[in-house]
């Protein structure tokens, strides 16, 4: 049984399908959640037992706000899930320059941002707990292996990769208490997926978005897409103890995706 009684946690991205899930799973464990999000979207779809922080994650200065208001408050930081992003689906002729930058904004410069802000109240924590504190940013299959019409989310979600791998080899030379992983979810139903496959339908890659949604489901060998719930329970295991020895890693959770 997975306990995170006592620590804090802050999840990005949290009125979103699997933003939602792993504060369910992470309060479910004993953990305090601070669920975050950008204003408008979020506060209304706040998840259940949180407390709730407007946060665009491309904001400098909202991260360093967070940080002293998460310092007066609780005093720590534990775990750390960097889970906003976007998923837009383009022709690559079509990206624009804006496009390609809002992406990377979000997905790549965002789990930076949080956890360049955030560090010092993780290594600050980290020594409470067998483990240390733990980061996970949620990076895609498409981190790992290309996607058409999707340059932009690929490049973005492969930085994230490799940015966790550096972190975890850099902290360690430090000594600093601080686990770096990241997670690479395979097709997950949610909000998301919903509007990607439409897209693909406007880009022509199929007749309709329920064929483009049927074509993805056969190509993860489990035959179905994931439900955000089996990405949180990733994501509450790398947060504990239990995954006290797993650091500049990546858990890939995609029912057989990248087997081939
Ligand atoms: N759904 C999938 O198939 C899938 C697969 C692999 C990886 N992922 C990744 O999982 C994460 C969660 O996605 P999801 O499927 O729950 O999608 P979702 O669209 O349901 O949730 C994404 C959340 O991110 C938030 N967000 C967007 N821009 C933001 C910003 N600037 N600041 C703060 N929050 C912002 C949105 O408001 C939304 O609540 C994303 O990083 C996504 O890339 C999803």
Known sequence: ??????????????AGGIGRATCAALIEAGAVVIATGTNGTAAARKPPGTEWLDLDVTDEAAWAAAAA??????GRLDILVNNAGVS???????????????????????????????LPLLRAAGPRREGGASVISVSSVAGIVGAE??????????????LTKSLALEFSAFGYPVRVNSIHPGGVDTDMVESIFQ???DVGAAETAKIAYDAAVRSHPRGRMAKPE?????????????????HGSEMILDGGFTAR
């Open 1 to 14: 049984m997975i306990s995170l009684e006592g620590t804090v946690a802050l999840v990005t991205g949290a």
């Open 69 to 74: 208001d998460i310092e007066h408050r609780h």
């Open 88 to 118: 837009i689906v383009e022709r690559f002729e079509d990206v624009t320059y804006a496009s390609w930058r809002r992406t990377m904004a979000i997905n790549t410069d965002g789990v930076f941002l949080g956890i360049r802000a955030m």
């Open 149 to 162: 019409f999707n340059a932009a989310y690929c490049a973005s979600k492969g930085a994230v990769r490799l």
């Open 199 to 201: 897209s693909y339908a």
């Open 230 to 246: 089996e990405i949180a329970a990733g994501i509450r295991f790398m947060a504990s103890d239990e995954a006290s020895n797993m």
